[in-house]
């Protein structure tokens, strides 16, 4: 695995959030090299998805900063507005969750497409490179298929191009592989990895996955709302 010595592409100082009485994140640090793949693992109620949520800004937490380093400078994700907020994810950041949320309406390629085209992209020009991106992923000739046509981890494929097509600095997963069988899961696991770190870009994965967690450069340990360990991959 990779020794990533570069400056953090995101860095979460001091978080704290909390549901009622239930403190989700009790005072969390972390910080994501540019490139690095990253496991956040724990059991249920541990935080890890709230992490995930307050990193990417769908969240702001009660306490504490995230700080992106994109291609125009630092900026401060828990400082912006929810508008502004909702433009970098937009535009910057992608996501693919456990069951894809794609739309069963649409096919494959406008599925993909749409990311583009709300950012303003021609609907030519967004379906052409949805294509590619298909293509890319082993879904040559699925590109008209709707997503109920399609196997479960060709819907993650299809979901994973969607968080890619924008050209995403950082993709957040939470528990991509979570609905899958073994075989699947490897498979998609190594699409997801391929498209992005293997590209240059960052990952930030929620698992309960061993196996997913050790196909990453690291992984974060978290328990009733901390990070109790982080551990290099071999």
């Known amino acids: 695995m990779n020794d990533f010595t570069t400056a953090p592409v995101l860095v979460a100082e001091g978080l704290f959030q909390a549901y009622g009485s239930t403190q989700a994140l009790a005072g969390v640090d972390v910080s ?11 059991a249920s109620g541990s935080g890890k998805t709230t992490l995930l949520h307050v990193l990417a800004g769908i969240i702001t937490p009660d306490a504490g900063r995230v700080t992106f380093s994109g291609p125009t400078g630092p900026i401060e994700v828990t400082a912006l507005n929810e508008a502004d907020r909702s433009r970098l994810r ?7 969750f456990q069951q894809g949320l794609l739309i069963p309406e ?9 990311a583009l085209m709300i950012n303003g992209t021609s609907r030519a020009a967004a379906m052409a490179h949805a294509s590619g991106w298909l293509h890319s992923l082993g879904l040559v000739g699925m590109e008209e298929r709707r997503i109920g046509e399609l196997s479960g981890g ?3 494929r299809v979901a994973i191009a969607r968080a890619q097509v924008t050209g995403a600095s950082i993709v957040f997963a939470d528990e991509p592989t979570g609905a899958l069988d073994s075989h699947t899961s490897t498979d998609v696991m190594n699409a997801l990895l391929w498209s992005t770190t293997g590209q240059g870009r960052t990952l930030v994965v929620v698992t309960h996955d061993p196996q997913v967690a050790a196909q990453c450069d690291r992984a974060v340990q978290m328990r009733d709302g901390r990070v109790e360990s982080h551990e290099v991959a071999a």
């Open 90 to 96: 937009r535009e910057r950041l992608g996501f693919v």
């Open 106 to 114: 649409l096919t494959a390629v406008e599925n993909v497409a749409l």
């Open 154 to 156: 060709q819907a993650q």
């Open 32 to 42: 994501v090299a540019a490139g690095e793949s990253v496991a956040i693992m724990g």
